[in-house]
């Protein structure tokens, strides 16, 4: 037996087995009201089953290229795949007429495919596609798989609020080109049907599938599309004990300075994740370059630093009330969507985790008389 062979072989029991887990998982570990675990665990499991049907046929000849049925199938879990994303960037915007609308090409093809008069014939390899191009049965199938290529563009347009998303553009671009990862693997395949490209596919799906199954249940904030509110007030400048010894020093009524903290505490930009110092740079008719040197004469290690010691300073305001807190909520009220990043700097900044620094403040509120 060949050593591709040997790989398929491995990869077609393996791939099923990562894809039902995760879906499995997802499916559990999902949160009232919130559908995006929901979204991401129905193509999890759909191409667990796919995979795992595919295991029956492992036996047989190599499959027909740009095979009708692998068509169909690549665009109805491409679609369930932009599901998860759709629902991250905009909690609740997919309705169910929405939803149906976004399913209507792939209804319409599998219509087409069945009202059609004859059957596709079998084409065995990339030249015969060259040589047949001309064929109705040919040209149309690769203009469904032309098709297939605007989904990537229209989380575009999909309107993206940071105060109801759960995720930045950082991580729902990251998931995007993983998906265009899957794609490429699968399109080669479709019309090439190399050993290669089948390896390839089935190893990245599988690698795709655990990365973003760990992102979204160990690092990503995930909160309710109504996420509790916490009574909050406008935030004052955060004034750490290095920053003390240095605002009395060089700099200390740079107008841009000034300018920087009124502009960030008039609209609380620290909430919004995808605030950066490109951003803040043009709203203050400034470069980066002079904006970062600022910062950093203040005492910070750099921007960075500068906005989540703005986050973690809320959160701490928010934990001194009297109110109740929730740990992951209020990270996502203040500006974070990793929660390892915002461990990471609370810790940093307090020397202790969340969970410690609110059982200090409820021993210290129950001694007090």
């Known amino acids: 037996m060949k050593i591709e062979e040997v790989l398929i072989d491995g990869l077609f029991h393996f791939t099923p087995c990562i894809f039902l887990l995760s879906g499995i998982l997802l499916w559990r570990r999902r949160q009232p009201g ?38 169909c199938r ?105 998906i265009q990862g899957i794609g490429f693997f699968y399109v080669a395949y479709l019309l090439t049907s190399a050993a290669a490209m089948a390896i390839g596919h089935m190893a990245y799906s599988s690698l795709f599938c655990l990365f973003v199954t760990y992102q979204e249940l160990f690092l990503r904030i995930n909160v309710p599309v109504t996420p509790r509110e916490v009574p909050v007030e406008l935030s004052v400048p955060l004034i750490t004990p290095s920053d003390e010894s240095i605002i009395s020093g060089k700099n200390k009524e740079n107008p841009l300075w000034i300018q920087l903290n009124e502009l960030i505490d008039n609209e609380q930009l620290w909430r919004n994740p995808d605030t950066n110092i490109t951003k803040l740079a043009v709203r203050l008719n400034t470069n980066r370059n002079k904006l970062s040197r600022i910062i950093q004469e203040k005492g910070y290690d750099g921007y960075k630093e500068f906005i989540n010691r703005r986050r973690i300073n809320e959160f701490l305001k928010i934990a001194d009330s009297d109110k109740y807190v929730n740990v992951l909520d209020t990270f996502f009220k203040v500006g974070f969507r990793s929660k390892a990043t915002a461990l990471r700097n609370f810790k940093e900044y307090t020397g202790m985790l969340p969970s410690e620094y609110l059982q200090l403040k409820l021993k210290q509120k129950t001694k007090m008389p």
Not at 136 to 156: A, D, E, G, K
Request: aromatic share 16%; hydrophobic share 50%.
């Open 34 to 71: 919130d559908r995006s675990r929901l979204f991401l665990a129905l193509p999890f499991l759909l191409a667990g089953i796919m995979f795992s049907i595919g295991i029956f046929r492992s036996g047989s000849s190599s499959p027909a290229v740009l095979s009708v049925s692998l068509l």
């Open 74 to 178: 690549g665009w109805t879990s491409l679609t369930l795949l932009y599901l998860y994303p759709i629902e991250v960037i905009s909690p609740g915007w997919l309705t169910f007429k929405k939803g149906i609308l976004l399913f209507v090409p792939c209804i319409l093809l599998n219509l087409v495919l069945l009202c059609l008069p004859f059957q596709f014939r079998e084409l065995t390899s990339f030249c015969d596609i060259i040589e047949n191009i001309t064929e109705f049965n040919v040209w149309f199938r690769l203009v469904v798989l032309l098709c297939i290529i605007p989904y990537s563009l229209m989380l575009l347009y999909i309107p993206y609020n940071y105060n109801r998303s759960s995720a930045n553009y950082e991580w729902i671009a990251l998931y995007t080109i993983g």
